[in-house]
């Protein structure tokens, strides 16, 4: 079992950052990959950025070269910079934790387990 807490979202500007965090706690080998995950409304929940246990993050082609996820280990912690911000980022954020060897972007959220309860971020333009 793994918890997933969320915090930092909030209202940007077009333009600005947000970094946000997720706290995590439990079996710390059923959280090999943490994803950050979004959903607006109307629409499907999307892959947002993973990192697996190494640190290695990937990127989905929208945030690419503007998000930063990273992970503290000895933290138990994820996070996500977010910078030069779009309105179409306005979305609720989630982190997500699954058991994964293969920590990519082609695994859909289905096989993440485990939930934040989700931060809203809103840009505005």
């Known amino acids: 079992q793994v918890q997933l807490a969320e915090s930092g979202g909030g209202s940007e500007q077009a333009g600005g950052s947000l970094r946000l965090s997720c706290a995590a706690s439990?079996?710390?080998?059923?959280?090999?990959?943490l994803g950050w995950f979004r959903q607006a409304p109307g629409k499907e929940r999307e892959a947002v950025a993973y990192?697996?246990?190494?640190?290695?993050?990937v990127y989905a082609d929208s945030v690419k070269g503007r998000f930063t996820a990273s992970r503290d280990n000895a933290k138990n912690t994820l996070y996500l910079q977010m910078n030069s911000l779009k309105p179409e980022d306005s979305a609720t954020y989630y982190c997500?934790?699954?058991?994964?060897?293969?920590?990519?972007?082609?695994?859909?959220?289905?096989?993440?387990?485990?939930w934040g309860q989700g931060t809203q971020v809103t840009v505005t333009s």
């Open positions: 997500a934790a699954a058991r994964l060897n293969w920590c990519r972007l082609w695994v859909g959220p289905s096989s993440f387990p485990y």
């Open positions: 990192v697996d246990s190494d640190g290695i993050a």
């Open positions: 439990g079996d710390p080998s059923s959280s090999k990959c």
